[in-house]
């Protein structure tokens, strides 16, 4: 696979140890491994061929995170709900099969399976039956059974919108509060990857090595335009500034709209997707905010921080946001 195209991120997790683990049918060639060991140059990815009894696969991984001991755990689909009970360590778990023996009858995967990689035994076949079906069903019963008040805090959930395989989003919910929506399928693809997967990351490295970045408070309006919607550019700005500081969203407060704030949370998370995940305040006192930066319109004078006036002349567009806010290097 040739990812030459992916940007990559060599600050990014930079001298640590990343586990991926694989989904069902899958190997420790999966191209999500290509990818992550491409965009995160700077780090070890890790990964291991799963056996297919998912007692035998559990051990295996308990066995590995002792003596690999990662700094993030990376799980898809099947690894997903195997990451979700490696207890102690930071994971990100994107559309994790918790409900694997319903998913195994309900998309025809009984019978002889074909594994979509290479592994390293060599086998490149497998049967599934009842038993496995029911090993499975057993395993994803001891989910969620040990979550403490840490661990609530150290699991990211990525559930893709589009995911017509598995829908676990509410179960997760039901446990842990970092449950996120992400524009994408089932598989984790170049754009999920970079778009949803790394921020993430970016949080749980951050928060790993203490690091504070400034803050920059974008008003919503300066998104929209004419038709409701986001440009690119946009986009492109607000994913460029998540790389240097801390971005958060920043909408009013009329108490003559009922239904505004509603309206708000949707567009926003329908645009801005990962990006804005716990990062929109609603205010009508932008002074009492305290950030490094505000995006705004007009000027706010008691603002302690630097407004950046979107439409004025230096910044007119987003394009020139983006140009303002590279030359400071990250200040």
């Not at 700094?71 to 195997?82: E, K, N, Q």
């Not at 008040?149 to 446990?175: A, M, N, P």
């Not at 998104?223 to 700005?237: C, F, I, P, Q, V």
Request: proline residues 3%.
């Amino acid at each position: 696979m040739n990812n030459n195209h992916l940007k990559q991120f060599p600050m990014l997790m930079a001298g640590k140890k990343v586990m991926y683990v694989h989904g069902f049918g899958s190997s420790a060639q999966s191209g999500t491994v290509a990818l992550l060991r491409h965009t995160l140059p700077q780090t070890e990815v890790v990964a291991y061929d799963l056996p297919v009894v998912p007692q035998e696969a559990m051990a295996l991984l308990r066995q590995r995170c002792q003596a690999d001991n990662p700094d993030l755990i990376v799980g898809t689909s099947m690894g997903g709900m195997y990451a979700e009970m490696l207890y102690g360590f930071d994971r990100v778990l994107v559309n994790p099969a918790f409900r694997m023996g319903e998913t195994m009858r309900a998309h025809n995967l009984m019978g002889l399976q074909h594994f979509q990689n290479l592994r390293q035994d060599g086998v490149q076949e497998f049967l599934v039956n009842k038993s496995t079906v029911k090993a499975y069903q057993e395993m994803t019963e001891q989910c969620f059974s040990a979550i403490s008040s840490e661990e609530k805090q150290r699991v990211f959930g990525l559930f893709g919108r589009y995911d017509d395989l598995v829908d676990t989003y509410d179960l997760f919910l039901r446990h842990y509060p970092n449950a996120i929506r992400f524009d994408g399928g089932h598989r984790l693809d170049d754009s999920a990857l970079l778009h949803s997967v790394i921020p993430v990351i970016r949080w749980i490295d951050d928060r790993q090595n203490h690091t504070e970045r400034p803050l920059i408070l974008v008003q919503v309006d300066t998104l929209r335009d004419g038709a409701g919607n986001t440009a690119s550019a946009a986009m492109k700005a607000l994913e460029f500034l998540a790389e240097n500081y801390r971005v958060c969203f920043l909408a009013g407060s009329p108490t003559t709209d009922a239904e505004y704030t509603s309206r708000v949370r949707l567009w926003v998370d329908k645009h801005m997707g990962v990006l804005a995940f716990n990062r929109l305040t609603f205010t009508n006192q932008r002074e009492m905010l305290l950030a490094d930066y505000l995006i705004a319109r007009a000027e706010c004078d008691d603002f302690i921080g630097t407004t950046v006036i979107f439409g004025s002349e230096e910044t007119k567009t987003w394009e020139e946001v983006h140009t303002y806010f590279s030359r400071l290097g990250g200040q």
